[in-house]
C-alpha cells in the first residue's frame, strides 16, 4: 500500500473507533498501525512483542484486548492457521485464501474466484445468508519440500 492509501485506510479505522463511542488511545493506534504496516500475519505475542518496541510499558493483556475489540469492530481479521495460534490482519477489501506452509509456517496470500463463487451460488440452494469466508490450504512451500526430499 502506498503512503496515501495507508492514511486513508487509517483515518477509516479512526473513524469506525470513534463511531463506536471508543477513545482512540495510543495503545490502539499503535496495535492498528502494526497489524496494517506487518507483512504476514502476525500473532498476539508478535503484535506485543513490536508494540513493546515502542511502548515498553504495554502489557499483554492490552494488546489481547484491544486486538478483540479491532475485531469486533471488524478492522482486523482472526484466521487461524493452525490449532494453537490466531493470527492477525487488517481486513482486506475483498475475499482471499490462504497457503500454510506445514514445515515453516510461511503464509501466502491468493486470490480465487472460489470463494466468490460459492457465495453466490450456495445461499440460494442451501436457504443460508453466508456473511465471510475463508480458504485455507496446507501443504509445504517449495522450500520445505525440497528439504524433506
Do not use: W
Not at 9 to 14: G, H, I, P, Q
Not at 32 to 40: A, H, L, N, T, V
Not at 70 to 93: M, N, Q, R, S
Not at 123 to 146: H, L, N, Q, W
Request: net charge positive; glycine share 6%; proline share 3%.
Amino acid at each position: 500500500m502506498n503512503t496515501n492509501s495507508n492514511k486513508k485506510a487509517n483515518n477509516r479505522s479512526l473513524s469506525t473507533i470513534r463511531e463506536a463511542g471508543l477513545r482512540i488511545t495510543n495503545q490502539r493506534a499503535l496495535i492498528m498501525d502494526i497489524i496494517r504496516r506487518e507483512k504476514g500475519h502476525p500473532d498476539a505475542d508478535e503484535v506485543y512483542r513490536l508494540a513493546r518496541e515502542k511502548q515498553p510499558h504495554i502489557s499483554l493483556s492490552t494488546v489481547y484486548r484491544t486486538l478483540q475489540t479491532l475485531k469486533g469492530l471488524g478492522l482486523v481479521e482472526e484466521v487461524h492457521f493452525d490449532e494453537t495460534h490466531h493470527h492477525y490482519e487488517t481486513k482486506p477489501a475483498g475475499e482471499h485464501c490462504h497457503l500454510f506452509c506445514l514445515g515453516c509456517g510461511k503464509i501466502i496470500e491468493f486470490k480465487y474466484p472460489l470463494a466468490l463463487l460459492v457465495k453466490v451460488n450456495v445461499p440460494d440452494a442451501k436457504d443460508f445468508d453466508i456473511v465471510g469466508s475463508e480458504v485455507r490450504m496446507t501443504g509445504y512451500c517449495d522450500a520445505c519440500r525440497r528439504s524433506r526430499k
